[in-house]
């Protein structure tokens, strides 16, 4: 019995969402952030995303490294690609087009443990456009969705022009992380 509960536990498949990206469409140079359906659950303590489609590695490729800042377990979080995606494509060698499926995973840092996924999608129709597939918000009017006909696509919500006050605050995150980084060092080397 004891057995079966433990199993039950270990198969049991990670909480799934979907994530609303801003802008709903653009063009391959544009900050792209995605925002969660809802937060991570326990004992998930970070989250990383990865892009899969056409030239980008088999696994995906790391659009967010891991990291902890900005996450939430009550709702859902933005979570900011580390480059756009005409960088990820030189840095692949390819062009983007077609379909680049996006997941967001909340983790366990240290085991790895998937604890939840938030899934979206991207769709190139040019080298240089694409369009979300799903929820979206944009900073502009957008145009009119270039999805495949088998792929349902919703209309965007217009909202006016975001501050950068994100940009100062992952700035911020990241500065604070490395003097912590480099004072437990400090400290390591002299105990």
């Not at 369009?131 to 969705?145: C, D």
Request: contains cysteine.
């Amino acid at each position: 019995m004891l057995e079966t509960a433990l199993l039950a536990l270990l198969l049991k498949a990670p909480a799934a969402g979907t994530l609303t990206f801003t802008p709903g469409a653009g063009i391959d140079l544009a900050a792209i952030k995605v925002h969660t359906s809802a937060g991570c659950p326990a004992p998930a303590d970070g989250f990383y995303a990865v892009a899969r489609g056409h030239g980008f590695p088999k696994d995906g490729q790391l659009v967010t490294a891991p990291t902890a800042a900005g996450m939430s377990r009550a709702a859902g979080f933005d979570v900011y690609f580390g480059q756009t995606m005409a960088d990820f494509a030189k840095d692949n060698k390819t062009e983007l087009r077609g379909r680049y499926d996006v997941t967001v995973y909340c983790v366990e840092q240290f085991s790895g443990a998937v604890h939840a996924e938030y899934k979206g999608a991207l769709l190139f129709s040019t080298p240089d456009k694409y369009q979300a597939v799903g929820a979206t918000e944009t900073t502009a009017a957008s145009p009119a969705a270039t999805a495949e006909p088998t792929i349902e696509a919703r209309p965007a919500v217009v909202r006016a022009n975001p501050s950068a006050w994100w940009l100062v605050a992952g700035l911020a995150a990241v500065l604070l992380a490395f003097e912590g980084g480099r004072r437990f060092g400090r400290r390591s080397r002299s105990s």
